[in-house]
């Protein structure tokens, strides 16, 4: 059994859980998506702490957003030093509105690798 390196707590997954602690490549995804879903400038003190990914779904979907979306999540995977990135996937989806991300990082000192996906859907 892998010694559980990093050690937190979240309440977003308790309905489905029933724990607020999180471990290892759970937290360091939880802290990745907080990361990515803060607006830039919302966290007190960090005004560069978020990404502009939270305020774009209202923009129409073309390819400067996707490449924003893009810059904006390899910022953030290359910000966190627990994870490398290995591979990062942004396809837009024009039927429906949406951007499917997908990032195969590298956790350093788990010494693995995982998967994370996103869905951003757009209203604009």
């Known amino acids: 059994m892998q010694k559980n390196i990093y050690r937190g707590y979240n309440s977003w ?3 489905k859980s029933k724990s607020f602690k999180l ?4 937290l360091v995804k939880s802290d990745l998506l907080n990361h990515i879903f803060t607006k830039k400038g919302e966290r007190v003190m960090m005004p560069n702490w978020g990404t ?4 774009m779904v209202f ?3 073309n390819e400067d957003t996707v490449d924003v979306v ?7 995977f ?4 627990r994870v490398d990135i290995q591979k990062l ?3 837009p989806n024009y039927t429906t509105n949406s951007i499917q991300a997908n990032a ?6 788990l010494n693995l690798s995982d998967t994370i996906e996103l869905n951003i859907e757009f209203g604009g």
């Open 104 to 109: 195969q990082l590298w956790y350093i000192e």
């Open 52 to 55: 502009q990914i939270p305020e």
């Open 78 to 81: 290359n910000y966190d030093p």
């Open 59 to 61: 923009e129409p979907l």
């Open 23 to 26: 471990n290892n490549i759970d």
């Open 70 to 76: 893009y810059d904006e999540l390899e910022y953030v």
């Open 13 to 15: 997954e308790f309905e």
């Open 89 to 91: 996937k942004v396809t």
